[in-house]
């Protein structure tokens, strides 16, 4: 049944049949078992199903899975260095240490979509974050914290390298 | 913010600002929410729900829809034997009071009363099988006349909803001193009158809601996940009052929940529908999760009041007397508590952290073709906050008093508590009653106001308008009531509410010293498993990592009524640190048995039980629990095991208060407001974890302003959400909004051992009034008194050109 594709997603070639009309979304969560990618709303409003694709921060949503034949897709499970108690992205760490997050459904979007703005810029201000994640809603933070944690972010991926932080794709 | 820390090893973690236990999980992609789980042959369902606000429903025909692709099985009202969803707090209190109750059944049968309501379920192999075959089932519709809106649902000639509700009244309660009132308000030196609206929202949890339905042939038991806040309370609902089982057949999960916010309290007809549906299939369990647009028909909404306002005194600024009259709309059936919201939980905490005197209000619950109503964040008090503050506001413009300045005049005074305030919170039968026991307003107001330059306002404003901008500052000072609640005071004759309000903990302490504490409360986002193990390894001295805290699965932790109305600290954690004393005592009993000694002698530091005066002869709490549970030499009558479980029923409700105050600015040419500051001084009792409390308050606070602001539920004549997606409803976003200005004052609520009050609403309730105020002040220079929510560019926009129209 459905298309054939294969994508990079997290390092690993996943090779999966799909509907045409699988989104992104649910070939990650149902397919691929990669559920901290989430659902939140059903117009490409809310920004929780944030992904990479090829480097660049795409709301799964709004993408058929067919359409991701050939990429490499990152998502949440994939920013931490790979294997057992792989280092932690700066932006997971940033995110715990500043209470970027209570429920934490809007989290891994805010993350990936952090990620893709801290690799454009890495020194943005208070007004630029609140713009990247325009396309990102939380209801539980009021985003004050998650503002604090993506500057935290921004200085400790500014420095040199040397700590154990990954980079981001 | 402080730095956050990692959980001390020796020192106690209680008050200081721990990292939470729960993030790891949360920030890998590995919460694992009600959509993340899958269950061996699971099924998946989806509902039809009603096109038409009102209908009659002639007839239903699903024989195409059965024979879709993956179709397992298509269910309509009439296969469902169930009872109608539980009214569990109709309006209570007065003498003669009648509810007119409708509530949802799983399927509606005959008709729909809004735009969302369920009429038939599919159950397929597949999500997407499930919603194609939706669309071939053919309802024989009979559309009916609608009303959405509250005042024209009672009026005269109006489509009537229901039978048993003439003129669409759910039900006319008052409360209060109506004679008292009326004198006072009606030969008052000064009488300001306001009609205001406090509309409707969508409280839009970012998860939505769903569940999996799990029938067990073998046992003949139900399972069911569930979004959930109270998963104790839907056991009890669905198996006493849907479904006609005994409780102990079903099991209630609630996996990680992505926020709630008080949508997921209520008991919900899908709860049913996916536990008929898998018995009906022999027991494959059946997934439903309601996508983000149904959620706007299947999950209750917020607010929605239309409210008189007559507020009198003096000219000097005393405050006599406060009149109100309310249209609650309530929707198109009741949801489990709807109607105790506009009633108990707004009404009688209206006069706020004022002595008014002579304070009367009359609620009209009202059945209009909308989606339920019920409890969102701050659940009536929110609306009771607008009112009064709203009214401060009105009567100071009225005699041309500073706003500061009335509310400090009115305020109720340190050495006036315990108060009791005149609309009813002191009056409940039955001889229970809770009443106001501690506040001091005034530091708190001050210490807003020197924070934000108050003094310097106008010069603010000049600078403001030279930019083309009308600055407007608003004041709140809110009085929140939670912490709910003395069991004998809500479950009071006539009170209504049909339930205790106690809660409870069970702490295990096994042989290596590791200690598991369950409890009836059940996170959505809070922090429970962080704040419940620094409370818990400060009682008993250990580590945080030698703590774990389980929750929100009926089997394994106690009974407990859950977590909404900002309840969990202070009547949950109570219990836990009285199940950790019932712990202490038993272990101080068994370390005096181990050390020759009496219990008396025995002095307990942390970890460490001494004898008093001999302090190398001690036990540490891990030595003591390893004995224990070996038990080969526990003294005669001792049971073995440390293994405790304490219920508390709070003697009161819990006050917080604060003033929060808002600075916008408008552009007068485009009518787009801008808030440009926010300053919070809370207090909330002590705190268990100041970071945790600071992120509640500012997302209490970012809610509140969406509701003055943005947010807005809004409903053609017809009955048809033109809100009814998030692409137009309006959500916060994060370049709303500035950093908000946290103060705090400290009064610790005298009614719980560790003095907290609770956080989880305070920022909603205040921070709405707060804007609202701020707006009508920058747009007081116009003549403009007042302006109904929400802000946004087109109504102020409006309002200026109309009130500049109306100078020219």
């Known amino acids: 049944m459905g298309e054939h594709i294969s994508m990079t997603v997290n390092g690993a070639v996943r090779e999966l049949d799909v509907e045409p009309r699988r989104l992104l979304v649910q070939a990650l969560r149902e397919d691929l078992d990669l559920t901290g990618t989430h659902v939140g709303c059903d117009t490409s409003q809310c920004g929780a199903c944030t992904v990479h694709v090829d480097g660049k921060a795409v709301k799964s949503c709004t993408m058929l899975a067919v359409q991701a034949d050939g990429a490499i897709v990152t998502t949440i499970e994939g920013m931490a260095a790979p294997g057992d108690g792989g280092a932690l992205h700066p932006l997971q760490t940033a995110f715990w240490e500043k209470h970027g997050l209570q429920c934490g459904f809007c989290t891994p979007g805010m993350i990936m979509t952090a990620a893709d703005l801290l690799a454009n810029n890495n020194d943005p201000t208070d007004d630029e974050i609140r713009h990247a994640l325009a396309g990102n809603i939380c209801r539980c933070t009021g985003y004050q914290n998650i503002v604090v944690a993506v500057k935290a972010a921004a200085v400790v991926m500014a420095e040199p390298r040397g700590s154990a932080a990954p980079a981001s794709v | ?808």
């Not at chain 2, 020192?11 to 939470?20: A, D, F, V, Y």
């Open chain 2, 1 to 808: 913010m402080t730095d956050v820390l990692d959980a001390p090893k020796l020192s106690s973690p209680l008050g200081k600002p721990i990292k939470r236990t729960e993030d790891p999980r949360f920030i890998t992609g590995q919460g694992r929410y009600l959509d993340d789980i899958k269950l061996q042959s699971m099924a998946h369902m989806a509902i039809l729900r009603s096109p038409y606000a009102h209908a009659n429903i002639r007839s239903i025909d699903t024989s195409a829809a059965k024979s879709m692709p993956g179709v397992v099985a298509v269910y309509v009202g009439a296969d469902i034997p169930y009872n109608p969803m539980p009214m569990a707090w109709p309006a209570g209190g007065s003498a003669g009071l009648q509810n007119n109750i409708s509530t949802p059944r799983t399927l509606a049968t005959d008709s729909v009363k809004w735009t969302g309501e369920g009429v038939a379920a599919v159950v397929a192999e597949t999500e997407a099988q499930a919603f194609d075959a939706l669309e071939a089932i053919h309802v024989d519709w009979e559309p009916l006349p609608a009303v959405v809106d509250a005042e024209k649902a009672i009026a005269d000639g109006a489509p009537q909803l229901h039978e048993n509700a003439p003129n669409n009244k759910v039900f006319e309660w008052t409360v209060g001193d109506k004679a008292g009132t009326d004198a006072a308000v009606d030969g008052a030196e000064v009488v300001v009158r306001q009609r205001i609206v406090n509309q409707r929202l969508i409280p839009n949890p970012m998860e939505v809601r769903g569940n999996i339905g799990w029938y067990n042939p073998g046992t003949d038991e139900y399972t069911i996940w569930m979004s959930s806040q109270t998963p104790h309370i839907q056991r009890l609902l669905l198996a006493a009052f849907v479904m006609g089982i005994p409780e102990h057949k079903i099991r209630c999960i609630s996996p990680d929940v992505g926020g709630a916010f008080g949508t997921k309290i209520f008991c919900y007809p899908d709860y049913a529908m996916v536990l008929f549906a898998s018995k009906a299939l022999g027991g494959r369990p059946v997934k439903w999760v309601e996508g983000r647009r149904e959620s706007y028909g299947s999950t209750i909404h917020g607010r929605d009041h239309i409210t008189h306002i007559e507020i009198a005194g003096k000219k000097d600024g005393e405050i006599t007397g406060l009149r109100v009259k309310t249209l609650a709309n309530l929707g198109g059936r009741l949801s489990t508590i709807g109607p105790g919201i506009p009633t108990t939980l707004y009404a009688r905490v209206l006069s706020g952290c004022y002595k008014i005197p002579n304070v009367y209000a009359e609620v009209t619950g009202v059945y209009t073709n909308t989606t339920f109503v019920d409890a969102y964040r701050g659940a009536g008090r929110p609306e009771a906050t607008y009112v009064i503050e709203r009214a401060m506001d009105l009567f100071a413009a009225e005699i041309g008093m500073d706003r500061a300045e009335i509310r400090r005049r009115n305020f109720i005074q340190p050495d006036q508590f315990p108060y009791d305030n005149p609309s009813g919170l002191g009056t409940a039968s039955g001889g229970a009653k809770i009443y106001i026991d501690s506040g001091n307003y005034e530091p708190a107001m001050d210490q807003a106001l020197a924070t934000v330059g108050y003094a310097n306002l106008d010069a603010k404003k000049s600078e403001a308008k030279g930019r083309g901008k009308l600055l407007g500052l608003g004041l709140s000072t809110y009085l929140e009531v939670c912490g709910v609640a003395p069991s004998k005071w809500i479950g009071a004759v006539g009170e209504g509410w049909g339930a205790a309000m106690w809660e409870s903990s069970n702490i295990k302490v096994h042989l290596t010293g590791k200690v598991v504490v369950t409890m009836g409360t059940q996170p959505q986002g809070q922090g429970h498993e962080t704040t419940y193990a620094q409370v818990i390894s400060h009682e008993l001295g250990i580590p945080m990592e030698d703590v774990i805290v389980q929750h929100s699965d009926t089997q394994g932790t106690p009974f407990g009524y859950g977590s909404y109305g900002s309840r969990t600290s202070s009547v949950g954690m109570t219990a836990a640190v009285k199940a950790a004393g019932k712990i202490k005592d038993k272990a101080r009993r068994y370390a005096a048995h181990m050390l020759e000694a009496s219990p008396d002698d025995i002095e307990i530091d942390g970890a460490e039980y001494r004898v008093k005066g001999s302090p190398d002869r001690k036990k540490t709490f891990q030595e003591i629990a390893f004995a224990l549970d070996l038990a080969f030499d526990a003294p005669e009558g001792m049971e073995p095991y440390l293994d405790e479980t304490a219920y508390y029923d709070t003697p009161n409700c819990t006050w917080p208060f604060g003033t929060h105050i808002a600075v916008v600015e408008i552009d007068e040419e485009t009518g787009v407001v801008e808030l440009v500051r926010y300053v919070a001084v809370d207090d909330v009792g002590n705190k268990i974890n100041p970071m945790i409390v600071d992120g509640q308050l500012h997302g209490g606070i970012a809610q509140g302003v969406g509701q003055a602001l943005w947010e807005g539920a809004i409903y053609s004549d017809e009955g048809q959400l033109l809100t009814g997606s998030m692409l137009d409803y309006a959500m916060p976003k994060a370049s709303g909004f500035p950093i908000f200005e946290l103060g705090e004052t400290v009064t610790p609520s005298p009614v719980n051992p560790l003095g907290v009050k609770g956080v989880g609403e305070a920022g909603t309730i205040a921070s709405t009034a707060a804007v609202a105020n701020a707006v009508v002040d920058a747009l007081g220079g116009l003549g403009i008194r007042h302006l109904d929510m929400p802000y946004t560019s087109q109504k102020v926009w409006s309002a200026i050109q109309s009130a500049k129209g109306g100078q020219a």
